[in-house]
Structures are given as structure tokens and as C-alpha cells.
């Protein structure tokens, strides 16, 4: 194959495939047994390294929610402005440093996680040493820095062992973690509140749930691999094949930033769309994250039965993440999956909303299910589809920088609009709820139907492609006339 002799020197490079741009459009000569034979390889030593990560990042930054049902506000002597500053230090901190995502592309990532595993799995089991307000917000502020690389950058760090249509089902796997690691938060905080020891609950809940995170910083050191194209499982000729079988043809170095890219990420008006649904997704999964707990105490149960009853719609919701990511990988469309889910979440404000009798806890019960089980598929496969159409790693670079950084700042809202005045019915911090879920299902629509027409234009215009036909995407990016959206 023509430039395959240039891929076996540059074993690094993510997406090189082809110099000869005469052939971009030439179908992929990977047979389908060996794609699946390489595939099966990542899904089996990638996947589960980077899966597990991110169930350990959020126990440790959501396991707040859990803690302050546990008593540490009380214990600590903190109002309801001391606590929302608690919430707002950790996601300052975050979207501050959020920049740094750009690192996966320049540092070898076993190493670069390794070391924020530890330093984040450090700053959480901190948190359990905390006497005061001041403390407790150095801790969180620390957790926010360390973890902020990560979360950013697992799923674009994902998108480079992936094809397109291959890459639903594993962000969304990824992205789901996030509500297992909740689940599993609320299981865990359920039977560590009840450890009858010297230290009060909350002390035992973040040091118990951060030390797994330290220790797991020697798997990633000894078995992540840095890129396809240098991944110590495969052999020669499949670090190769790994590389060939992605369908776009991106020549940019691992270790370079190709500025061309970038600049077309943050003109491009996708990406701000993603953004905004980004945004509105986030207030609920922070806010769920943050305060689920503490509504369910406060609708009658107490603390240790509100824990257990917060993880059956985390699980939920982690089955409908799953089953969204096979819907929308197997129709090959996007945006239809998020409406439907987003329409879900917003059913379920609404009820939040609306039900203002606090004996009604059946039918708020329901409303936590349906807002949990909607907004989190929503958020996974909306990245998901922001990558699929990104053409060239760094314009997903800053299609990604974007979305984390502007898409996060909802989180300073939620972590403010859930103040134990409102309690127990919240309606404030409920309703907001609503109307950012709303507004998702408006803005998917619309990003559907433009897509789709922008499809169709091409075609008319160049004719239509093979799906399997690879494009480069070094220069014009998704700008290309051969390249199609996924919608």
C-alpha cells in the first residue's frame, strides 16, 4: 500500500496513513477479520484501563454528594455559602486548568496519567484529614487540578484507537462510568456510614474510596499504551494495520499541534452547538452528582437509606447509556438518540417541577429516574458525535477544549441552585433543570437536520462516497469535500 513503508518509521503517528494524495479516497485495504482481530485487542487492554480511570476520578469528586449527607457540613460547622464555595472550588479549578488536555497529544500518556493518578488519588484521601472549611477547599481546589486533565482528554485519547462508527459504543461505555461510579459511590457510602469506629463517616468515605486511585496509577504506568501505532500488544505488522484502519488520513505528528486545525476548531459553529448541550447537560450530571443524596434525605428517608436509594438510577441510567450507544453506532445517527433521551430528562424536571406535594415521594422517586436515565446517554453520545465529525486530531483538540472548558462553567450554576432553604422540593434548582434539558432537545434537532442537508449538498455537488472510503483530513479538515457527517 502506498506510504506504508513511512507508517513503520513513524509508529507514533496517530492517524498517518497515506502520503499520496491522489488516493486519499482509496477504501481501506485492512481486512475485516484483522480489524476485528485489532479491535477485540483495545477493547480488551485499552477500554477497561481508561473505563476503570474514570470510574476512580468521578467516586472521587463525586463522593462530595455522599459525604455531605454523611454529616460533613455539620461536622465542619459549614452554611450553605461555605458549601457552595466547597462545589465551586473543585470546577474552577477544573475548567482552569483544562487547557493542559493539549499534553495527550505532546506526552506519553502511561507516564503523564500515572503521575495525576496519584496526585489526585493523594489530594481526595486528603480530604478526609480536613478540620476546617479553608482545608477542605485546598483539597477539593487540588482534586479539580488533577483530575481536569483526565476527564477532557479520556475520550479524544479514545478517539484515536477508534473508527467513527466504532466509537459510539465505547465513549458511551466510558461516559458511563461516570453514573457506575455513582451507583457504586452510593453502594459503597452505604456501608462505610456505617462504620462504627474514631473518625466520623465522612473521613472513612474519602479515604477508603481515594487509596484505589494511588494504587492504580501501576497498571496504567505499565500496561497504557501512548498511541496505536506504539501499543507493546500488537506486533509490527498490527501497530501498522491499527493505524491504516482509521478511515481519515491526518499527517500531523503525535507530538505536533497542527495550528490550521486548531483555528478551524473554534471558527467552527458545530462545535459551539456541542458546547451549549454540553453545558446543559453538565448542570444536571453535576448537580445530580452533588446533591442527589441530599434530595432523597430530604423527601423523608434518612441518611443511610437515602445513599442505597441514590444508586438503582445511576445503574439505570448506565443501561441506557449502553443501549443509546448501540442504537445510535448500529443507525448510524446521533442526533435522533440524543432528543429522545434529553426528552427523557426533561419529562423527569418537569415532574420535580411540578409535583409540590413533598408526600408525593412515589412520583419524585420516578422524576430522579427519568432525569438520571436521560441525561446521562445525552452527554455521552454528544461527544461522541462532536468527535465522529472533527476532521484531524487537533481540530478535536479544540473541539474538545471548548466543550470541556465553556461546557463545565454550568456546574458553578448547580452547585449554587440546591441550597438547603430550598428544601425539600428544590423547585429552583429543578426547574433550571428542566429548561436546560429542554433546551437540548431544540439544539440536536436543529444539528441533525443541518448536518443532514450538508450531507446531501455534498453529495450533489461531488457525488456520492463509499462510507469506508478514508480522506485527508490534514488541511481542510471535515471541510473536505469527501468527507460526510455522521448526523
Not at 433521551?341 to 418537569?350: D, H, I, K, M, P
Not at 478535536?396 to 458553578?412: E, R, T
Request: net charge neutral; glycine share 8%; proline share 3%.
Amino acid at each position: 500500500m502506498t506510504g506504508l513503508k513511512d507508517v513503520e518509521q513513524l509508529p507514533n503517528c496517530q492517524h498517518f496513513e497515506s502520503v499520496d494524495t491522489e488516493k486519499n479516497r482509496q477504501q481501506s485495504t485492512v481486512p475485516e477479520t484483522r480489524q476485528s482481530l485489532i479491535r477485540k485487542k483495545f477493547d480488551r487492554r485499552v477500554l477497561p484501563i481508561v473505563c476503570i480511570l474514570y470510574i476512580l476520578s468521578y467516586l472521587d469528586r463525586g463522593n462530595i454528594g455522599n459525604a455531605k449527607s454523611a454529616g460533613i457540613d455539620k461536622d465542619l460547622g459549614l452554611d450553605d455559602y461555605q458549601w457552595s464555595w466547597v462545589l465551586y472550588t473543585f470546577y474552577i479549578c477544573y475548567i482552569v486548568f483544562e487547557w493542559t488536555t493539549v499534553l495527550w497529544k505532546i506526552l506519553p500518556a502511561h507516564s503523564y496519567i500515572a503521575v495525576l493518578c496519584i496526585c489526585w488519588g493523594a489530594a481526595a484521601m486528603c480530604s478526609g484529614a480536613v478540620t476546617n472549611f479553608a482545608e477542605l477547599l485546598v483539597c477539593r481546589g487540588l482534586l479539580g487540578v488533577f483530575e481536569s486533565v483526565f476527564g477532557c482528554g479520556a475520550p479524544y485519547f479514545l478517539s484515536l484507537f477508534y473508527q467513527r462508527k466504532e466509537l459510539g459504543f465505547r465513549l458511551s461505555m466510558l461516559l458511563g462510568m461516570s453514573p457506575v461510579a455513582n451507583c457504586f459511590a452510593s453502594a459503597l457510602a452505604y456501608g462505610i456510614t456505617q462504620i462504627k469506629g474514631n473518625l466520623e463517616p465522612w473521613r472513612y468515605l474519602f479515604i477508603i474510596e481515594g487509596a484505589p486511585t494511588v494504587l492504580f496509577s501501576v497498571v496504567v504506568f505499565f500496561f497504557l499504551p501512548d498511541s496505536p501505532g506504539s501499543a507493546k500488544f500488537l506486533d509490527e505488522s498490527e501497530q501498522t494495520e491499527a493505524v491504516e484502519r482509521l478511515q481519515t488520513i491526518d499527517r500531523t505528528a503525535k507530538n505536533k499541534v497542527q495550528w490550521q486545525q486548531v483555528l478551524s476548531g473554534l471558527k467552527d459553529y458545530k462545535n459551539y452547538v456541542h458546547m451549549t448541550i454540553h453545558f446543559c447537560c453538565n448542570y444536571s450530571f453535576a448537580g445530580l452528582s452533588n446533591f442527589l443524596p441530599t434530595i432523597l434525605e430530604t423527601m423523608g428517608y434518612n441518611s443511610v437509606n437515602a445513599q442505597g436509594l441514590a444508586a438503582p438510577p445511576y445503574l439505570g441510567s448506565f443501561i441506557c447509556c449502553v443501549a443509546a450507544a448501540l442504537v445510535s453506532d448500529r443507525w448510524g445517527n446521533r442526533g435522533w438518540v440524543i432528543t429522545f433521551f434529553a426528552s427523557l430528562g426533561t419529562v423527569g424536571y418537569l415532574i420535580l417541577t411540578c409535583v409540590q406535594d413533598e408526600t408525593h415521594t412515589g412520583a419524585r422517586y420516578a422524576g430522579i429516574w427519568l432525569a438520571t436515565c436521560g441525561i446521562f446517554p445525552a452527554l455521552a453520545i454528544n461527544i461522541t458525535w462532536m468527535l465522529n465529525n472533527q476532521g484531524g486530531e487537533s481540530k478535536k483538540g479544540a473541539g474538545m477544549a471548548l466543550l470541556a472548558i465553556f461546557g463545565q462553567c454550568s456546574s458553578l450554576i448547580s452547585s449554587s441552585v440546591f441550597p438547603d432553604s430550598d428544601a425539600p422540593l428544590y423547585t429552583k434548582g429543578c426547574a433550571l433543570g428542566c429548561a436546560f434539558t429542554g433546551l437540548i432537545v431544540i439544539l440536536a434537532v436543529g444539528l441533525h437536520i443541518d448536518l443532514k442537508m450538508e450531507n446531501k449538498r455534498r453529495d450533489r455537488e461531488y457525488g456520492e462516497i463509499n462510507e469506508h472510503d478514508r480522506v485527508d483530513v490534514t488541511d481542510g479538515g471535515d471541510n473536505n469535500p469527501n468527507f460526510r457527517y455522521l448526523t
